[in-house]
């Protein structure tokens, strides 16, 4: 990779070139006049966070003559990173912690400009003064908010101090301390909505001492904080009731962690916030814990909260929204409704009306399992939608058990199953150890919903991935540490005895007990639960109706386990590109393939081999008459891949472009 200083000179010439040449490219760059949906300027291609391209050109009839129009190489290194084309050049992220720009045309490398430590992993924000002469990239690198110039990846002078804003002077401001706070970085990429990039702070840790997730609102041009959202209440304010006196100060969690959507012509933010800290146990924050799992409305201009709707209450689960708000417009009736859908990582999609925050269809609040961990008050009831119907799967028992593990194995899950609590999509954590069901990083995630807007359609990509919760005594175990937990069961009687012990810290102040984040993998990490373990869903949410449901991907395996190829892919982290051609592209980084669906029946009518898995979201834009796909294919071997019974070293990373021959 060229360093910056070397090609500093060259890339005013090639940008020079391709500015010059994209004028005559209407729908190449962001511009007043394209058409929606035509531009990808923005993490999910817009504010809107759609994952919808309005072009056409490529259809189920033409897509298999699609061919490579140009590679550019991202090195030995996972990227999840969904690339970003404005005025003629693609931005990705490459090498070591590069932000590269390319020519959209041929993926010629413009610029390159690397970076000493982390940068924002899924994507960034483009920005463009009305008179076109200031363009900039906006994104976070070291817990700095960073302003380049997107012609030439030199740092924006004016804006803060050399072009960076700290994140945790935004969080002083607020009177929260931050003495000993490590930078404040993120892989969300925040939004930007007119002259403002907006930014949602992560918690920064995963046991009890993190900090609340507040949004920030900072000037483009000066990087000057405008306004900031208590994601956490401060006391006093709507919500501050639901947790205990002055937590804010104690507190955190409760952070953006994933995508936020700007309705652009509305002015309003739609921000789905996470758990409040520590994710499985919340004895030390008793109350309904606003704005935790809850979809909140601001307004984008001010932070001025406009509506909000908690779907899990007082979470001790992690069932953190995990996915962009989706804005599409249905027909009800014979009449318009303009309308925010949520998915979530419990498999629930709901979907209300977009200004007054009114569900489209009833919810329910439904009785569910209570806790017997002392100290611990779980909320009595959860919100149900009664339509649409539940995408994930969201039970397993032992008729669900892997087929495809050996059978010592199969009979261990059986004998743990007898013995956890496994009560339903609600069991709370416990001693004994609980099942949970899609599981905390199941159902759908980040990049994994699609919609096109106009139509009222939304595609999400599910995944069925069980987890299993059971709280350790302060001491034992550290919180969020592991990966698995030990494959044990426990005793009535020792399930008794760490009840006991529990009562007797009570009545020393409150308990934090804690539990690592364990996904019960076989010996091969093939999951417990047998196929499908991954999903395309496609509703019609004018009718609320599901359209179709298929398996998405494989697994590549040992012939001898006759695993089929329609088991569905193994947590794939690809995220989903609807296009007005009629197409739904989606990566699956177990069997390391691209696949493009007929979005009108879910049947797959292109697949390409991928010379590594792919974990990000695909773009698309048109130059030169020619309407590209460009996917990330930087994956390695994909997230918590099977074992047979090793795995190769990792593949190159490389981004690729597709394109119909000339």
């Given at each position: 990779m060229?360093?910056f200083?070397?090609?500093?000179?060259l890339c005013?010439?090639?940008?020079?070139v391709?500015l010059?040449t994209?004028?005559?490219?209407?729908?190449?760059?962001?511009t007043?006049?394209?058409?929606?949906?035509?531009?990808?300027?923005?993490?999910?291609?817009?504010?809107h966070?759609?994952?919808?391209?309005a072009?056409?050109?490529?259809?189920p009839?033409?897509?298999?003559?699609?061919?490579?129009?140009w590679?550019?190489?991202a090195?030995?290194?996972?990227?999840?990173?969904?690339?970003?084309?404005?005025?003629g050049l693609?931005?990705?992220?490459?090498?070591?912690?590069?932000?590269v720009?390319?020519?959209?045309?041929?993926g010629t490398?413009v610029?390159?400009r690397?970076?000493?430590?982390?940068?924002?992993?899924?994507g960034?924000n483009?920005?463009r003064s009305?008179?076109?002469?200031?363009?900039?990239?906006l994104?976070?690198?070291?817990?700095l908010?960073t302003?380049?110039?997107?012609?030439?990846?030199q740092?924006v002078?004016?804006?803060?101090?050399?072009?960076?804003?700290?994140?945790r002077?935004?969080?002083?401001?607020t009177?929260?301390?931050?003495?000993?706070?490590?930078?404040?970085?993120?892989?969300?990429?925040?939004?930007?909505?007119?002259?403002l990039?907006?930014?949602?702070?992560?918690?920064q840790?995963?046991g009890?001492?993190?900090?609340p997730?507040?949004v920030?609102?900072?000037?483009?041009?000066t990087?000057?904080l405008?306004?900031?959202?208590?994601?956490?209440?401060?006391?006093g304010?709507?919500?501050?009731?639901?947790w205990?006196?002055?937590?804010?100060a104690?507190?955190?969690?409760?952070?953006n962690?994933s995508?936020?959507?700007?309705?652009?012509?509305?002015?309003?933010?739609?921000?789905?916030?996470?758990?409040?800290?520590?994710?499985?146990?919340?004895?030390?924050r008793?109350?309904?814990?606003?704005?935790a799992?809850?979809?909140?409305a601001?307004?984008?201009r001010t932070?001025?909260?406009l509506?909000?709707?908690?779907?899990?209450?007082?979470?001790?689960?992690?069932y953190d929204?995990?996915v962009?708000?989706?804005?599409?417009?249905i027909r009800?009736d014979?009449?318009?409704r303009?309308?925010?859908?949520?998915?979530t990582?419990?498999?629930f999609?709901?979907?209300?009306?977009r200004?007054t925050?009114?569900?489209?269809?009833p919810?329910?609040e439904r009785?569910v399992?209570?806790?017997?961990?002392?100290?611990?008050?779980?909320?009595p009831?959860?919100?149900?939608?009664?339509r649409p119907?539940p995408f994930?799967?969201?039970?397993f028992?032992?008729?669900?058990?892997?087929?495809y593990?050996?059978e010592?194995?199969?009979r261990?899950?059986?004998?743990?199953?007898?013995?956890?609590?496994?009560e339903?999509?609600?069991?709370p954590?416990?001693f004994?150890?609980?099942?949970?069901?899609?599981?905390?990083?199941?159902?759908?995630?980040?990049?994994?919903?699609a919609?096109?807007p106009?139509?009222g359609?939304?595609?999400?990509?599910?995944?069925?991935?069980?987890?299993l919760l059971?709280?350790?005594l302060?001491g034992?175990?550290e919180?969020?540490?592991?990966?698995?937990g030990?494959?044990?069961?426990?005793?009535?009687?020792?399930a008794t005895?760490l009840t006991?012990?529990?009562?007797e810290a009570?009545r020393?102040?409150?308990?934090?007990?804690?539990?690592?984040?364990?996904?019960?993998?076989?010996s091969?990490?093939?999951s417990?639960i047998g196929?499908?373990?991954?999903?395309?869903v496609?509703?019609?949410l004018?009718?609320?109706?599901?359209?179709?449901?298929v398996?998405?991907g494989?697994?590549t395996?040992?012939?001898?386990?006759?695993i089929?190829?329609?088991?569905?892919?193994?947590?794939?982290?690809?995220?989903?590109?609807?296009t007005?051609?009629?197409l739904?592209?989606?990566?699956?980084?177990?069997?390391?393939?691209?696949?493009?669906?007929?979005?009108?029946?879910?049947?797959?009518?292109?697949?390409?081999p991928?010379?590594?898995a792919?974990?990000?979201?695909?773009?698309?834009?048109?130059?030169g008459?020619?309407?590209f796909?460009v996917v990330?294919?930087?994956?390695?071997?994909g997230?918590?891949?099977?074992?047979f019974p090793?795995?190769?070293?990792a593949?190159?990373?490389?981004?690729?472009?597709?394109a119909?021959?000339?």
């Amino acid at each position: 990779m060229r360093s910056f200083v070397l090609v500093s000179c060259l890339c005013c010439v090639l940008a020079g070139v391709t500015l010059a040449t994209m004028v005559a490219q209407s729908s190449g760059g962001a511009t007043a006049t394209a058409r929606p949906y035509t531009t990808w300027s923005s993490y999910l291609g817009g504010a809107h966070s759609a994952q919808f391209t309005a072009l056409n050109q490529i259809t189920p009839a033409n897509v298999s003559r699609l061919q490579i129009a140009w590679t550019f190489p991202a090195g030995r290194r996972t990227f999840l990173f969904n690339p970003l084309m404005a005025d003629g050049l693609v931005y990705v992220l490459a090498g070591a912690n590069a932000l590269v720009a390319l020519d959209a045309a041929s993926g010629t490398e413009v610029w390159s400009r690397p970076h000493p430590g982390a940068v924002g992993t899924r994507g960034l924000n483009y920005w463009r003064s009305p008179d076109g002469r200031d363009r900039r990239l906006l994104y976070i690198a070291g817990g700095l908010l960073t302003a380049v110039d997107a012609r030439t990846g030199q740092s924006v002078p004016g804006f803060g101090q050399n072009g960076q804003v700290d994140l945790r002077a935004g969080l002083a401001s607020t009177g929260r301390s931050v003495e000993g706070l490590t930078p404040l970085q993120t892989s969300n990429p925040g939004r930007v909505f007119e002259d403002l990039i907006i930014i949602s702070l992560p918690a920064q840790a995963s046991g009890y001492d993190s900090n609340p997730g507040d949004v920030h609102a900072y000037d483009v041009r000066t990087g000057a904080l405008k306004w900031v959202f208590h994601s956490l209440p401060a006391n006093g304010e709507q919500g501050a009731d639901t947790w205990p006196a002055g937590a804010r100060a104690t507190h955190g969690g409760v952070h953006n962690w994933s995508e936020l959507t700007i309705d652009e012509a509305r002015g309003i933010a739609f921000v789905p916030f996470g758990t409040g800290r520590f994710d499985f146990y919340g004895g030390d924050r008793p109350g309904q814990n606003l704005f935790a799992n809850s979809l909140v409305a601001l307004d984008a201009r001010t932070g001025r909260r406009l509506w909000h709707y908690q779907m899990v209450h007082h979470d001790v689960w992690d069932y953190d929204l995990p996915v962009a708000p989706k804005l599409l417009t249905i027909r009800q009736d014979g009449r318009r409704r303009e309308v925010v859908a949520q998915p979530t990582k419990h498999g629930f999609l709901f979907v209300f009306d977009r200004v007054t925050g009114e569900p489209i269809w009833p919810v329910e609040e439904r009785p569910v399992p209570q806790s017997d961990v002392p100290g611990e008050r779980t909320w009595p009831t959860q919100p149900v939608p009664t339509r649409p119907a539940p995408f994930a799967r969201q039970t397993f028992t032992e008729q669900d058990i892997n087929p495809y593990l050996p059978e010592a194995e199969r009979r261990d899950i059986r004998e743990r199953l007898r013995s956890y609590r496994n009560e339903g999509l609600f069991t709370p954590p416990s001693f004994r150890g609980s099942i949970e069901m899609p599981g905390h990083s199941g159902g759908t995630n980040w990049g994994g919903v699609a919609v096109d807007p106009d139509a009222g359609e939304l595609y999400v990509r599910s995944m069925a991935l069980p987890a299993l919760l059971r709280l350790h005594l302060p001491g034992t175990s550290e919180a969020g540490a592991s990966r698995t937990g030990p494959a044990t069961i426990v005793s009535a009687d020792e399930a008794t005895r760490l009840t006991r012990q529990a009562n007797e810290a009570l009545r020393t102040g409150p308990l934090r007990l804690t539990s690592p984040y364990d996904f019960m993998f076989s010996s091969t990490h093939l999951s417990p639960i047998g196929p499908p373990w991954s999903e395309i869903v496609a509703y019609d949410l004018n009718t609320g109706a599901i359209k179709w449901r298929v398996p998405h991907g494989a697994v590549t395996a040992p012939a001898t386990l006759a695993i089929p190829s329609d088991s569905g892919a193994h947590w794939p982290r690809g995220g989903l590109l609807a296009t007005g051609g009629g197409l739904l592209f989606a990566a699956s980084g177990s069997d390391k393939t691209l696949r493009a669906y007929d979005r009108r029946t879910g049947a797959v009518v292109w697949t390409f081999p991928l010379p590594a898995a792919s974990d990000g979201v695909p773009a698309s834009y048109e130059v030169g008459g020619r309407q590209f796909i460009v996917v990330p294919v930087a994956g390695g071997h994909g997230w918590n891949p099977a074992r047979f019974p090793t795995l190769p070293p990792a593949p190159d990373s490389s981004y690729i472009a597709f394109a119909l021959p000339k």
